[in-house]
T-cell receptor, first 112, second 114 residues
Framework: DAKTTQPTSMDCAEGRAANLPCNHS???????VYWYRQIHSQGPQYIIH???NNETNEMASLIITEDRKSSTLILPHATLRDTAVYYC?????????????FGQGTRLTINP | DAGVTQSPTHLIKTRGQQVTLRCSPK?????VSWYQQALGQGPQFIFQ???????QRGNFPDRFSGHQFPNYSSELNVNALLLGDSALYLC?????????????FGPGTRLTVL
């Protein structure tokens, strides 16, 4: 079973910041938070991941709470092409590539 | 730099047949994982190959088997196809040796079983 809880769906206006929450209250100390997104019928696209500190890359920012029990993915200026299902996943990252356990994700719709 | 590639893109089979799907990992990667995604669901882990051996396996029957070749490419084989095997099959590659083992996905193979 997935170890994360996400809202089923969210809407955001084009040009605004999209903030996607994720609850992972049972996360272990050696587990990272990963975010992927999947545009209809395509393979999941890696977005970002983090352990404790906030992270930023060209696609998004990841804010992890101090107790690590929840996180927020931020798309700073959402465009119509950001409409997708977003998956928050926790997994260990040691002793090789651990499997990804996907939940239902959040269906984000960007509205013009 | 080529990403993960999969072939074929689409495939139609009938019940009872066998199918082979192929995956070429991202350049420099040494590990391949396979996932099955039924319509409306998140991807489900099938198994993972590293150094030509199956390292991890999800809750899938023995009808699902795989192979990894010396060039790190991989095949997924499914025998005795059932209607319920209709799904998008995803391959993801990663690099264990380097410590940065983020998995990158290919575009998938859409399998339809009639």
């Amino acid at each position: 079973d997935a170890k994360t809880t996400q809202p089923t769906s969210m809407d955001c206006a084009e040009g605004r910041a999209a903030n996607l929450p994720c609850n992972h209250s049972t996360i272990s100390g050696n587990e990272y938070v990963y975010w992927y997104r999947q545009i209809h019928s395509q393979g999941p696209q890696y977005i970002i991941h983090g352990l404790k500190n906030n992270e930023t890359n060209e696609m998004a920012s990841l804010i992890i709470t101090e107790d690590r029990k929840s996180s927020t993915l931020i798309l700073p200026h959402a465009t119509l092409r950001d409409t997708a299902v977003y998956y928050c996943i926790v997994r260990a990252s040691f002793q090789g590539a651990q499997k990804l356990v996907f939940g239902q994700g959040t269906r984000l719709t960007i509205n013009p | 730099d080529a990403g993960v590639t999969q072939s074929p893109t689409h495939l139609i089979k009938t019940r009872g047949q066998q199918v082979t799907l192929r995956c070429s990992p991202k350049s420099g990667h040494d590990t391949v994982s396979w996932y099955q995604q039924a319509l409306g669901q998140g991807p489900q882990f099938i198994f993972q190959y590293y150094e030509e051996e199956e390292r991890q396996r999800g809750n899938f029957p023995d009808r699902f088997s795989g192979h990894q070749f010396p060039n790190y490419s991989s095949e997924l084989n499914v025998n005795a196809l059932l209607l319920g095997d209709s799904a998008l099959y995803l391959c993801a590659s990663s690099l264990i040796a380097g410590g940065e083992d983020t998995q990158y996905f290919g575009p998938g193979t859409r399998l339809t079983v009639l």
